[in-house]
């Protein structure tokens, strides 16, 4: 059973950093070959925050983000993460990894391209 699993969300000050972990399971060799995480916040629109392939490591954030979160990967874990430094009050969402298959130039931003998703973690931030 295809399985993501987010933690490492909470209660941060403006100013402060988390560092968010996608644990996933259940996929066949190569199944998948990017994670991105998402986030959501009441009312608005699900926005990606960024993407990564496992192949290469290659990624992708928006600039909106770059200078400020990060996302790595550690194959023998099977896990994903994104640091996120400098958080403001506009960065407070629900925090979501999903999985998806093929290769594009770029890990693609888009929700559509993923195909299986977390529950989400919450992440608020104080000012």
Request: charged share 20%.
């Amino acid at each position: 059973q295809v399985q993501l699993v987010e933690s490492g969300g909470g209660l941060v000050q403006a100013g402060g950093s988390l560092r968010l972990s996608c644990a996933f399971s259940g996929f066949r060799i190569k199944e998948i070959s990017l994670i991105a995480w998402f986030r959501q916040a009441p009312g608005k629109e699900r926005e990606a925050v960024s993407a990564i392939y496992f192949g290469d490591g290659s990624t992708n954030t928006p600039r909106s983000v770059e200078n400020r979160f990060t996302i790595s990967k550690d194959n023998a874990k099977n896990t994903v993460y994104l640091q996120m430094n400098n958080l403001k009050p506009e960065d407070t969402a629900k925090y979501l990894c999903a999985a998806g298959r093929g290769i594009w130039e770029m890990p693609p931003l888009e929700d559509w391209e993923y195909d299986w998703w977390g529950q989400g973690t919450q992440v608020t931030v104080s000012s």
